[in-house]
T-cell receptor
Framework: QQQVKQSPQSLIVQKGGISIINCAYE??????FPWYQQFPGKGPALLIA?????SEKKEGRFTISFNKSAKQFSLHIMDSQPGDSATYFC????????FGTGTRLTVIP | DAMVIQNPRYQVTQFGKPVTLSCSQT?????MYWYQQKSSQAPKLLFH???????NEADTPDNFQSRRPNTSFCFLDIRSPGLGDAAMYLC?????????????????FGPGTRLTVL
C-alpha cells in the first residue's frame, strides 16, 4: 500500500516556467513532509521540508504548499532551470520516512 | 568534506552468491539506514540502526541482514541474491536524539550501490 501518492510521474517544463508536483497522504499521524531531489547516479538530497502547522514554506525558487484538511502538499519550482532536471520525491514521516513514487522533471532550454 | 560513502558503486553477483555492500560515514551520525530502490520506484526502507540498536522493517526478507561494527560503518549482507534483488541500495545517516523528535532530522544519502544479479 502506497502511503504517499505522487503525481505526475514525469513532467516537462520550459526554462523559466513553473514546475508543480503534487502529493497526497492518508495517515494523519504524519507530521513532517520533506522533498528530496535526486540526480542520476546520486543519492537523494533534502531540498525543502515542512511541518503541518505551516501552510507554506519558501526557500529561494522552491516553495512547498501544504493543505492539512485535504491531506495534500505540493512542490512549486519557480523560474525552472535546466539544472533542476532531476527526479523529485515527496516523503512523509510517521514511524518511518515514506517516499512517493517520484517525478522525473525535465526542464528544456 | 563530511559525507556518506558507499562501496562498491556497482556490484555484479550471481544468483544465490552472497554479496556484501558497505557504507561509511564521516558525519558521526548515530542513525544509519539501508534503503532499496528499484527502477522508477521510491526508496524502500529495509532496516536502520539507532546507535547499536537494530530495527528491521516487518516486510524486509530474511535474505537481507545488516551489521554495524562501529559508528562509522554499516554493511548490508544479501545471503542468497535472487533476480528480484537487483536494485540500487542506498545508505543514509541522520543525527537523532530520540523521543518525540526522532526522525525529523535530515537524512543524508550516499550515492548508492547498483546491484546486478545474473
Amino acid at each position: 500500500q502506497q502511503q504517499v501518492k505522487q503525481s505526475p510521474q514525469s513532467l516537462i517544463v520550459q526554462k523559466g516556467g513553473i514546475s508543480i508536483i503534487n502529493c497526497a497522504y492518508e495517515n494523519t499521524a504524519f507530521d513532517y513532509f520533506p522533498w528530496y531531489q535526486q540526480f542520476p547516479g546520486k543519492g537523494p538530497a533534502l531540498l525543502i521540508a515542512i511541518r503541518p502547522d505551516v501552510s507554506e514554506k519558501k526557500e529561494g525558487r522552491f516553495t512547498i504548499s501544504f493543505n492539512k484538511s485535504a491531506k495534500q502538499f505540493s512542490l512549486h519550482i519557480m523560474d525552472s532551470q535546466p539544472g533542476d532536471s532531476a527526479t523529485y520525491f515527496c516523503a512523509a514521516r510517521g514511524h518511518n520516512l515514506f517516499f512517493g513514487t517520484g517525478t522525473r522533471l525535465t526542464v528544456i532550454p | 568534506d563530511a559525507m556518506v560513502i558507499q562501496n562498491p558503486r556497482y556490484q555484479v553477483t550471481q544468483f544465490g552468491k552472497p554479496v556484501t555492500l558497505s557504507c561509511s560515514q564521516t558525519l558521526n551520525h548515530n542513525v544509519m539506514y539501508w534503503y532499496q530502490q528499484k527502477s522508477s520506484q521510491a526508496p524502500k526502507l529495509l532496516f536502520h540502526y539507532y546507535d547499536k540498536d537494530f530495527n528491521n522493517e516487518a516486510d524486509t526478507p530474511d535474505n537481507f541482514q545488516s551489521r554495524r561494527p562501529n559508528t562509522s560503518f554499516c554493511f548490508l549482507d544479501i545471503r542468497s541474491p535472487g533476480l528480484g534483488d537487483a536494485a540500487m541500495y542506498l545508505c543514509a545517516t541522520s543525527r537523532d536524539s530520540g523521543g518525540a523528535g526522532f526522525g525529523y532530522n535530515e537524512q543524508f544519502f550516499g550515492p548508492g550501490t547498483r546491484l546486478t544479479v545474473l
